[in-house]
């Protein structure tokens, strides 16, 4: 904004020059005043030309952190894909096993039953030979 000010005050001081006609001091006090602004503008574009160069590294290290965080968010979503696999036949094993764990458990509830049976009729049997077959005799 100083830059724009010093501008107009060389356009008027220019105007000034030719509508008065003062001569050299003028001039030269006005060429000053130039390059005093041309320097100004000069340091003020080498600022704001350093500002764009990190504001373009700033921006490339976010898109790259961008980049790596989407990477690794399709990494992990392959990884959660493989996991929720495994857990899906985990867990069908889980069920076929439950149901054979609950099969053979019926099938050992009725070989004690068949044992208990055995166990009667070879107790009737004992007795038959032991008590009803002598006293018979």
Do not use: W, Y
Request: glycine share 4%; hydrophobic share 40%; aromatic share 0%.
């Amino acid at each position: 904004m100083a830059a724009f000010r010093d501008m107009e005050e060389l356009c008027q001081g220019l105007l000034s020059l030719l509508g008065a006609n003062h001569a050299a001091a003028q001039q030269r006090r006005l060429l000053g005043r130039h390059g005093q602004m041309l320097e100004r503008l000069l340091e003020t574009q080498d600022g704001a030309e350093q500002q764009l160069r990190e504001i373009l590294q700033a921006e490339k290290e976010v898109a790259q952190s961008l980049l790596d965080a989407k990477e690794q968010a399709c990494q992990a979503g392959a990884e959660l894909q493989q996991i929720e696999a495994r857990l899906q036949k985990a867990s069908e094993e889980d069920t076929h096993l439950k149901a054979s764990l609950l099969q053979l458990t019926r099938e050992l509830e009725d070989l004690k039953e068949v044992e208990a049976d055995l166990e009667k009729q070879e107790k009737e049997v004992d007795d038959d030979t032991t008590v009803t077959i002598p006293a018979a005799m």
